[in-house]
């Protein structure tokens, strides 16, 4: 079972909605994942949270806005997107912060959230 | 040249035989590797992880890494028809960041 919580599990959304994706985990891990999948492809990166501060963007655009407000929540604020950010959208989190001196990087997955953009 | 390159497949291998998944990349700095399946439709979980040069066990699973040649591999003892999935390798480079290969469709022949 996996212990990264997330939620909706399905998203429909028009192109001039605001919605937010919501990610949730209580093993005590200090660095939280955002991840795109597109069908058959790899995730792709998006944010990573350290001690609940953004430590890597990956030159996301602005339609999609991140937020960590304590070290167990994480979530993606979503505005204005278009068709082709339909995707699955992975939380997942790492017992240590980035740089940390045990960080192993193992990264624990949620179900993901499948979002569609009419 | 990809960071994590992977053969695609489709793979395919009798079941009861030995799967072997092969991922190479490209930056010498990279300190943690990692093999995750992934079912259609479902999220990556993590099989193993490594991130000494040898071989690492865990069941019928065996993970090895050659840093040298900047090669990691992942033996699949025993293949069982649930082991048929998409076997994403990840690599974790010199700036923390956790990339994946595009994966290889591995299909259990029963």
């Known amino acids: 079972d996996t212990e990264v919580t997330q939620t909706p599990k399905h998203l429909v959304m028009g192109m001039t909605n605001k919605k937010s994706l919501k990610c949730e985990q209580h093993?005590?891990?200090?660095?939280m994942y955002w991840y795109k999948q597109k069908a058959k492809k790899p995730p792709e990166l998006m944010f990573v949270?350290?001690?609940?501060?953004?430590?890597i963007n990956e030159s996301v655009p602005s339609r999609f806005s991140p937020e960590c407000p304590n070290s167990s929540l994480l979530n993606l604020h979503l505005h204005a997107l278009q068709p082709e950010d339909s995707a699955l959208y992975l939380c997942?989190?790492?017992?240590?912060?980035?740089?940390?001196?045990?960080?192993?990087?193992?990264?624990?997955f949620g179900e993901g959230s499948r979002l569609t953009v009419l | 040249q990809k960071e994590v390159e992977q053969n695609s497949g489709p793979l395919s291998v009798p079941e009861g035989a030995i799967a072997s998944l092969n991922c190479t990349y490209s930056?010498?700095?990279?300190?943690?590797f990692f093999w995750y399946r992934q079912y259609s439709g479902k999220s990556p979980e993590l099989i193993m992880f490594i991130y000494s040069n040898g071989d690492k066990e865990d069941g019928r699973f065996t993970a090895q890494l050659n840093k040298a040649s900047q090669y990691v591999s992942l033996l699949i003892r025993d293949s069982q028809p649930s082991d048929s999935a998409t076997y994403l390798c990840?690599?974790?480079?010199?700036?923390?960041?956790?990339?994946f290969g595009k994966g290889t469709r591995l299909h259990i022949l029963p």
């Open positions: 930056d010498r700095g990279s300190q943690s």
């Open positions: 949270y350290s001690y609940e501060k953004l430590s």
């Open positions: 093993m005590g891990h200090r660095a």
């Open positions: 997942a989190s790492s017992q240590f912060g980035l740089a940390g001196a045990s960080n192993t990087g193992e990264l624990f």
């Open positions: 990840a690599v974790r480079n010199r700036d923390d960041k956790i990339i």
